[in-house]
Structures are given as structure tokens and as C-alpha cells.
């Protein structure tokens, strides 16, 4: 299958891109992830409290 490059969604690509990194998180954990993990895997970063 050849995918046509002139047409895409960059929302839809992103989400994808998101999906396949907590999919990949998911697959090297033991069980399921903390919330901390979850984040980390879609790039979440916080900001530490002063």
C-alpha cells in the first residue's frame, strides 16, 4: 500500500505519533503505567513547585 504524501492531516499524524509512544511505553513496563510514566512517554513535562 502506497500512501499519498501530497494529502495529510498534521493533527491526525501527531495523534498518531503520541499513540505510538505510549503504545511503545506500554509494551517495555511490566504492567500499567504510572500517571508519571504515562507522561513522560507523551512528553509532559511539570513545573516544580516553589
Do not use: F, K, N, W
Not at 504524501?5 to 501527531?14: I, K, P, Q
Not at 517495555?28 to 513535562?45: F, K, M, N, T, V
Amino acid at each position: 500500500m502506497q500512501v499519498d504524501l501530497r494529502v495529510h492531516d498534521d493533527v491526525a499524524l501527531g495523534e498518531i505519533e503520541l499513540y505510538a509512544e505510549v503504545l511503545t511505553a506500554v509494551a517495555a513496563s511490566d504492567g500499567p503505567l504510572s500517571e508519571r510514566e504515562l507522561d513522560e512517554a507523551l512528553g509532559i513535562r511539570h513545573r516544580r513547585a516553589s
